[in-house]
């Protein structure tokens, strides 16, 4: 059966994003799960806080560019979890996207790759709506949206819903 994928998005920063991309991604490891986590965020948090530098040769930029994952999974010194690292690079995969036909659905596409290897793959999200979330969204089977109870937040959540409906 192939992974379950779970996107952690919102467009607000600061809210824990990466905080539950990493330790549901641990958790599910420790629990006995393959897990992979794949670090979309070009700030790179998720790979930092994983232990690895954010200057890593092989990241999702290049597995977003060329269509394949394998060769960008890097193994942490958890059992069970793997991360793809990002890092600044990822920053114009966007504008390299743009002009490319089914440019939502690379992330998809790469991931199914080595989707079969592994039991979850979560994504960490960028906190923004850009293309890099819509790619993990067209991607996901399902969307955790962490979120602090305050005004802004909740009209950020309405935008986040109804992007959501549409990928």
Do not use: H
């Amino acid at each position: 059966m192939p992974a379950r994928i779970y996107a952690i998005a919102n467009q607000k920063g600061g809210v824990g994003k990466t905080t539950t991309a990493i330790n549901l991604a641990a958790c599910l490891a420790e629990a006995g799960e393959r897990c992979l986590l794949i670090d979309l965020d070009p700030q790179a948090n998720a790979t930092s806080g994983l232990g690895f530098s954010k200057r890593e040769e092989s990241t999702v930029y290049g597995a977003l560019i060329s269509g394949g994952m394998a060769g960008s999974v890097r193994e942490t010194s958890f059992a069970n979890l793997w991360v793809v690292p990002s890092g600044r690079d990822l920053v114009g995969a966007e504008v390299e996207l743009v002009g490319q036909p089914d440019r939502e659905a690379k992330l998809r596409f790469a991931l199914g790759t080595v989707r079969g290897s592994y039991d979850y793959l979560i994504i960490d999200c960028p906190p923004s709506l850009s293309l890099l979330t819509v790619n993990a969204l067209a991607a996901a089977d399902a969307v955790l949206v962490p979120i602090q109870t305050e005004y802004f937040a909740l009209e950020g959540l309405t935008e986040l819903l109804e992007t959501v409906e549409r990928v």
